[in-house]
């Protein structure tokens, strides 16, 4: 497993977000985890990334444990994160976020390779890329969000909500990007409002309802499973 | 026109150290999210460097400000391992605790030196003189000179390098910044070193042409309150813009009126730009 939560609590002062829940990332895998708003989704990517501490369990990535650590310090060992929010540096230029991302790379040509690659899947950020990236449209931003993440060169890309508040066809877009990048062997742990979309892309899924685990399986399975049908997808 | 040229140098000379203090102080609230009410006591601590390194010692005027520069970046650094970092969730409790290190800072300088103005001899008596009636002494031009170079030297490490934009990110989302994998706690450090420091160079090289007293910070965050204020919080480049507007039309009012019709329009220029645009010249409203 590239990434293995073991028995993980989160609470935030007195109020329980996330309880005893357990989850595995395989390598090369797309994982998402679903549910409604205030489920916990986000805090669980937010304890894998080192931004909510944990109350009780034990996180492992890549052969090391990383709970405990700061965020740069599990960035360093090749975790990526898209924030809810994209939370791009709006005062920089498109370029700039992007070299940002490869803050901890030495590897000079590694990282002007990677910035070809960013450019040559996203067509806009090159046309834009001395543009703020304030003035551009949340789509181009979240192309912006990934892009820079990718810049770090992961090994597990971690994306909240990549979809929200997005035109459909820029959902389309995104969709199909995150099944490139998959395909050239990033791991992901997607969380997503949009149940169609997480269960359509993703290989295992997780199904959260207030802070507990209640279901677990094969994405293709549950997008079956008459409960997430009826509580999830809408049919 | 002798007199309008005058003022003008004076003005210029005022902008430099202003923009100096405003330049850190807005560092400071960018990359740390806290208001440092003691950076007036910074630029004073660095004038004291000044007080007891060149005059008391004796050592040359340059070692005093490098001095200076050091020891109050020191300070800095300091203030953020006391104060800042166990606040660090606290904005609030930040700026009281910096309250609190004016204070300090002020008791410090009155046990050790005494409440009176120190006296320091000129570093240079030599005068430029553009004509009769239009004068610049050389110890305002090492000012002026001073801060065109640390300023050009701040933008260029800000612009071109690594720690610069991992500073520039920090400032405008310091979690978003941490999952670039940028250390918080070391950009936070060079934020309150180079803040602090550019007060401390800013005291130690304006000490001979002050009165350099342990109150002497008070006038010195009033002016810098205003100035980023005025160029919204947050904006370096709006800080040194504000710091020219301000020194122009401080400097100006001052020769033609007096000092106290003087402070009276740079509160009113602050209440002109809160009012037409809150969040200041070149702020932008989600960090105000």
């Not at chain 1, 329980?16 to 916990?40: D, K, M, Q, W, Y």
């Not at chain 1, 986000?42 to 990334?49: F, K, N, Q, V």
């Not at chain 2, 020891?71 to 606290?90: H, Q, T």
């Not at chain 2, 002109?272 to 809150?278: E, G, N, W, Y």
């Amino acid at each position: 497993m590239l990434l293995e939560m073991k028995d993980i609590s989160i609470s935030y002062g007195k109020v329980s977000a996330v309880r005893n829940l357990s989850l595995n990332v395989p390598e090369g895998g797309i994982v998402t985890i679903i549910g409604g708003n205030g489920a916990g989704k986000t805090s669980i990517l937010r304890a894998m990334s080192g931004m909510v501490p944990l109350a009780g369990g034990e996180i492992h990535f890549d052969g090391s444990r990383i709970d405990g650590l700061t965020s740069d310090r599990i960035v360093a060992k090749g975790m990526a994160h898209v924030p809810e929010g994209r939370r791009v540096f709006p005062d920089m230029t498109v370029e700039e976020n992007l070299r940002t991302g490869a803050f901890l790379r030495r590897d000079k040509d590694g990282v002007e390779n990677d910035l070809e690659k960013v450019f040559q899947r996203f067509v806009r950020l090159r046309e834009r890329r001395r543009q703020l990236a304030k003035t551009m449209s949340g789509g181009e931003q979240q192309m912006l969000a990934i892009g820079r993440a990718l810049m770090s060169a992961p090994k597990l890309l971690l994306m909240d909500e990549p979809s929200m508040g997005l035109a459909p066809v820029i959902v389309e877009e995104i969709a199909v990007i995150i099944e490139e990048i998959n395909a050239q062997g990033l791991s992901v742990v997607l969380v997503e409002q949009n149940a169609e979309l997480a269960l359509e892309l993703a290989n295992h899924a997780y199904v959260l309802e207030t802070g507990n685990l209640a279901l677990e399986g094969p994405a293709d399975e549950l997008h079956d499973n008459e409960h997430v049908r009826a509580a999830y997808l809408g049919i | 026109m002798d007199l309008l040229a005058q003022t003008g140098l004076n003005a210029v000379y005022a902008a430099s150290y202003i923009s100096l203090i405003a330049v850190g102080l807005v560092l400071i609230f960018g990359v740390m999210g806290v208001i440092n009410f003691a950076h007036g006591e910074l630029y004073m601590a660095g004038a004291y460097s000044v007080v007891l390194i060149y005059s008391d010692f004796q050592l040359p005027f340059m070692v005093a400000v490098a001095v200076g520069l050091l020891f109050v970046g020191c300070l800095g650094l300091l203030m953020e391992r006391a104060l800042f970092r166990p606040l660090k969730d606290n904005p609030l409790g930040g700026l009281v605790a910096s309250i609190g290190f004016l204070m300090i800072m002020q008791a410090l300088a009155s046990m050790g030196f005494g409440v009176r103005m120190e006296h320091i001899p000129p570093v240079t008596q030599h005068v430029i003189e553009f004509s009769e009636r239009v004068r610049l002494p050389l110890s305002r031009l090492y000012v002026i000179i001073a801060a065109v170079v640390l300023l050009t030297v701040l933008w260029v490490f800000l612009k071109k390098t690594r720690f610069g934009w991992a500073l520039r990110a920090a400032a405008q989302d310091p979690e978003a910044a941490a999952l670039q994998g940028i250390s918080i706690k070391q950009t936070a450090r060079i934020a309150m070193f180079i803040g602090a420091g550019l007060a401390g160079i800013a005291g130690a090289l304006t000490a001979p042409l002050v009165s350099v007293n342990p109150h002497m910070g008070h006038s010195v965050i009033v002016t810098a309150f205003i100035v980023i204020i005025v160029g919204g919080v947050g904006s370096l480049e709006g800080a040194v813009i504000a710091s020219v507007v301000y020194a122009i039309v401080h400097t100006f009012v001052t020769t033609f009126f007096d000092g106290v019709v003087a402070d009276i329009t740079g509160l009113s220029l602050m209440l002109l730009v809160l009012i037409v645009k809150p969040t200041g010249l070149f702020g932008s409203a989600d960090r105000a």
